[in-house]
């Protein structure tokens, strides 16, 4: 049985973020396959991760690896495997410069599989030339280039990486629309608060301005509002509260999708991400008449869109069966990319041995201002012996450094 192993961003926090990832596991793990999500955590962050909202949820519904947080590591478990980056927006990189060569797979050796499932690079061609260097474009080539298999989330990231990269791609839904509806209506029904007369609100950020709003709304339906960000509420309430509400207000992504999933009523304020391409090609992709407003709007008009859920049902079973098959198309397909792999591999570990030597040059340097400090300041006040045995292990060490 082939292992898999996946990364994304599965230990941010991030609701859609753990819901997305959730969905990618529970997918191929239904295809038979020994599935675990990649801890790319650190020490620390592994200690604070049991404390998190993810961590009871993802202990619950999914497998992971030990903390993998170097390329040593990432090697050992690197062995006629299948390395899937995705879904969410794992080929931007400006949301993790720090972890950007893993999400790219860059430490994959050439007989292992590399895939993308429903990437995203969260923009639009112009922004993502706006936003990157030359040395992060030519960086994403070799990786893209070392790729198996790559599916996307957008239109604009197929338009990318076919006008930047020269590398076609297939476009393939967020896995929440692949996996059927009854495993998210499961977890949202094992909470049992009630939502069912509320106008639910999940905002990235919060302005004295959405406050306003929220008045306005309630006063405006005659009903209450509540907030979901910032309440650390479990997976399952964070689920249940969309489907369940009486609509939703949200500038979040995968809120908006699952506010499609569970059919219910929402105000999409994409606009205020600076990202609104990601939702204009979600609503493109299921026929769904609908667009972003501004809070200004709300005041003004109507923003609840009447939209017709029989058709959008009938679009995401037609998605979801597609999706399922370039899923398990990918996931059989044979190995190749070798020398592109090698050439991708190659240059992430020089990079990595450039950051050991730097790291390695600037902690000596440091000790020797130390030492030269406690030179000048103590060094002459201490008996001789003392200062003997200082400067023979000093030497030593110094002899053994060269």
Known sequence: MNKVYITNYWDSGNYGAILTAYALYALIKNEGYDVNLLNLMSKSKT?????????????????????????????????????????????????????????????????CKKIAISASFGINEKQFAKENTKDIINHMRTSLKSFDFISVREPDGQKICKDTFNIDTELLPDPVFILDKIYFKNIADSCKKDYSDTIVSHMFFSTKEHEVVYRFLEKKYKTKLETLAYKNLPVEEWLKAIKDCKFLITNSYHAVCFAIIFNKPFICLSEETGASS?????????????????????????????????????????????????????????????????????????????????????????????WEIWLIIFHNYLPKFIKNVIDYFWLKRKGSKQ
């Open 278 to 370: 990601r939702f204009n090609a979600l609503f493109d992709l299921f026929g769904i008449q609908n667009e972003s407003v501004s809070l200004k709007d709300i005041y003004q008009k109507n923003c609840i869109f009447n939209i017709d859920y029989n058709k959008v049902n009938q679009n995401i079973n037609e998605k979801k069966e597609k999706g399922l098959n370039i899923i398990q198309k990918t996931l059989s397909m044979p190995i190749g990319k070798e020398k592109e792999k090698n050439e991708c591999r190659i240059k992430y570990l020089e990079k990595k041995l450039h950051i050991i030597n730097c790291q390695n040059k600037i902690s000596y340097k440091l000790k020797k201002i130390v």
């Open 47 to 111: 200690i604070s991760f049991n404390h998190r909202i993810e961590s009871d949820f993802i202990n619950k519904y999914c497998n992971y690896t030990k903390p993998v947080n170097n390329y040593e590591n990432l090697s050992e478990i690197n062995d006629n495997a299948i390395f899937i980056t995705g879904s969410d927006q794992v080929f931007r990189q400006k949301l993790t410069p720090d972890n950007f060569d893993n999400l790219l797979l860059d430490y994959v050796k050439s007989n």
